[in-house]
């Protein structure tokens, strides 16, 4: 009896994606902006930081990296926390007026992006970027064009960084329920809307989402699998 | 120009790691000629290479280069770098084809695209890789990396050259190959080269002047001929005769 509404679930939940439903469609593309500017934000901040510490002697890095490693695995309810409290109308941001805006969400999933991106990033780094820096700067390259050659030569590594920081925060619930506050065609993503149509019975929605978030993370997850694969040794 | 220009000038030079592994008063490198820097494994060779070419800054001392002292931060160094460029002892190439290596300091000096694909093409061919100009450089092998990586340093045609064991992996047709290029290098276009080397019988052609290091210090220098039929100190013999152990 218990798979009966699942197996409805799923049908329903195809028809609502290949007639592409309003209302689902519109969560899923509030989902893809607030999680995709927090990722380029994350990578705009994070990569450079990332380099930045990578290029340096691991010795003079420990703080900051352990600082990271545990940002990196930093829960995403108490990140929402945070930030709630931030913005909450008392709090030291209150007079922003950001809580329960998109804004409020796509910071605090930047906050959960960016240790991910430039913890990744270091550590891809910290292998072979100090030689590529001496043997851009040898040949005569100025800093921006070395900055540039250390950034592709670890392209792969800096991709993965970002798709696994994009795979982390478009799944997560907790920090976009708390800050966004799961309003209906304002702040409603795909994970608090299973939430709620979950705890309201209306499985058929509840497992399109979930369908459509698998086939996201699929799709991030696919790329990730690739560029590892193919950034071993060869082009 | 005058031949006898001093290019580089060396003073009271140290580096300390654990230990002091570098000390040199005075040396002094003129316009125009080939070095060779002998000395066993683990004399400071590449240590004062580094050093030379900005990328590790001295414990004490100073370098001047063409009269003007260098610094190893600020712009201060960018513009020394145009004119000098160093091959590591294992060279680095970047993730992209032969040629876009070769052409990498080219670019950086914002040559024409026309000029850029005629100077890989001649160097190329003159290290004996034409047919590998399209190659991903992951692919190639230890000597063929080696000669990309020379390829890629003379192709701006830099003033003053400083090489690592530039023939450490190759086979003797390569090495004279190479050797071949670096006199070419010297005499047509007045380069000014360092070249390190653990091959005594390379220092001894190619060379016109030799150090010889030994425990970070130079125990002797002088003219290559009288360095090796002539050696003052009882180490250089030992080591130009292939007595000292190391
Ligand atoms: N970054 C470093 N930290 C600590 N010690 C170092 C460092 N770089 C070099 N050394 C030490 O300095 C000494 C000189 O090293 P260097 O690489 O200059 O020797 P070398 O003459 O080039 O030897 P080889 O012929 O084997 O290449 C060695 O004892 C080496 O272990
Ligand atoms: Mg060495």
């Known amino acids: ?235 | 120009m005058p031949d006898n220009e001093i290019i580089l000038e060396i003073k009271n030079l140290s580096k300390v790691y654990d230990k002091e592994v570098l000390k040199i008063e005075q040396l002094s490198f003129r316009r125009g000629r080939i070095y060779g820097i002998i000395g066993p494994s683990g004399a400071g060779k590449s240590t004062f290479l580094r050093l030379v070419n900005l990328l590790e800054p001295p414990t004490t001392g100073d370098i001047y280069f063409k009269g003007e002292a260098m610094s190893m931060n600020g712009r201060a160094g960018t513009p020394v770098r145009r004119e000098m460029t160093m091959v590591f002892q294992k060279p680095l190439l970047f993730k992209t084809s032969v040629s876009e290596n070769v052409a990498y300091g080219l670019k950086a000096r914002r040559f024409s695209k026309e000029e850029i694909k005629a100077r890989v093409e001649t160097l190329l061919e003159k290290v004996g890789l034409k047919e590998l100009a399209g190659r991903y450089a992951g692919t190639l092998s230890g000597g063929e990396a080696q000669r990309v990586a020379l390829a890629r340093a003379v192709a701006f045609e830099p003033a003053f050259l400083l090489l690592d064991e530039p023939t450490a992996n190759l086979d003797p047709s390569n090495v004279e190959l190479i050797e071949r290029l670096i006199l070419d290098l010297n005499r047509d276009k007045g380069m000014t080269i360092i070249m390190v080397t653990h091959n005594i019988f390379q220092a001894r052609r190619i060379a016109q002047e030799v150090i010889f290091l030994h425990e970070g210090r130079i125990v002797e220098m002088g003219d290559t001929e009288k360095i090796f039929s002539f050696p003052e100190d009882p180490r250089t013999r030992d080591f130009v005769e292939g007595r000292m152990i190391y």
């Open chain 1, 1 to 235: 009896m218990a798979l009966l509404p699942l197996l409805k679930g799923i049908a329903e939940a195809f028809h609502l994606i290949f007639t592409l439903d309003p209302y689902l469609v519109k969560i899923v593309l509030l989902s893809l902006q607030v999680s995709g500017m927090a990722v380029l934000l994350g990578t705009l901040a994070g990569v450079p930081l990332g380099a930045y510490l990578g290029l340096k002697p691991a010795e003079s890095t420990h703080f900051i990296s352990k600082l990271l490693y545990t940002l990196m695995g930093l829960p995403p309810v108490v990140a929402g926390l945070v930030f709630y409290l931030l913005f909450s109308r008392m709090g030291p941001l209150g007079v922003l007026g950001l809580l329960y805006t998109p804004a409020a969400m796509i910071i605090a999933q930047f906050a959960l992006a960016l240790p991910i991106i430039a913890a990744l990033t270091m550590i891809g780094i910290r292998g072979r970027g100090k030689e590529v820096q001496e043997t851009a700067r040898t040949l005569g390259a100025g800093r921006l064009f070395t900055a540039w050659t250390v950034m592709r030569e670890s392209r792969f590594v800096i991709f993965g960084a970002v798709v696994t920081g994009l795979g982390r925060i478009i799944a997560e619930v907790g920090a976009v329920m708390i800050v966004g506050g799961n309003i209906e065609g304002r702040t409603r993503v795909m994970t608090t809307a299973i939430v709620l149509e979950t705890g309201k019975g209306n499985f058929e929605l509840a497992v399109g989402l979930g369908l459509v978030l698998l086939i996201i993370s699929f799709v991030i997850n696919s790329l990730l699998y690739s560029f590892q694969g193919g950034g071993r040794d060869s082009a």
